[in-house]
């Protein structure tokens, strides 16, 4: 994957699947620290396997599969970077946590990508659940989720494209590509 936005598509997505109703993602970075971490974590059931063998790029969940290529080229991504992927349980949520740091700055350093657009597909194609988004950048923060913009464009009776398209408009505006 080209952009790390899709890296984080890709495990919310995973959250998703393993029954989720939670998905917070969130991307810290120094430019003096030389630092960029971004966790997704969730409120599901967490890994059934140890983080080895959930990493690993043979091992899947998905029926009718014989490969799971999700975290291993996140893992990857993260390595080439000068970091590490790193497995576990989300203190906050109950669930999963793949937490991925790298230097900000190494040249083999992936763009960040398009992180309105991914939050706001999120969002979009599965309006039951509640995606929250935080970006916390050389002493600059923002954190949005979408039951609170829901809430404040009108609760139960806003469109879940509504909701996506105005999380993807926050995000843009406070986020300053990296």
């Not at 952009?3 to 919310?12: E, F, G, M, N």
């Not at 790193?86 to 900000?104: K, Q």
């Amino acid at each position: 994957m080209r952009d790390l936005s899709l890296h984080i598509l890709d495990l919310a997505e995973n959250s998703i699947r393993a029954g989720a109703s939670v998905v917070a993602v969130t991307v810290e970075g120094s430019v003096a620290a030389d630092s960029l971490r971004i966790a997704v974590e969730d409120d599901g059931p967490g890994f059934a396997v140890p983080p080895e063998v959930a990493a690993d790029p043979f091992y899947t969940t998905k029926s009718g599969k014989r490969t799971g290529l999700g975290l291993s080229l996140m893992q990857g991504a993260a390595a080439r970077a000068g970091g590490a992927l790193v497995l576990g349980r989300s203190a906050s949520l109950g669930g999963a946590l793949v937490e991925a740091t790298m230097r900000l700055g190494h040249v083999d350093r992936s763009p960040l990508g398009d992180l309105g657009a991914t939050v706001s597909a999120m969002v979009a194609t599965h309006p039951e659940m509640d995606v929250r988004f935080r970006w916390a950048f050389d002493g600059q923060e923002f954190a949005t989720s979408s039951r609170e913009v829901a809430g404040q464009l009108g609760g139960n009776g806003t469109s879940s494209m509504a909701v996506a398209l105005d999380m993807m408009k926050r995000i843009n505006a406070a986020v300053v590509p990296r």
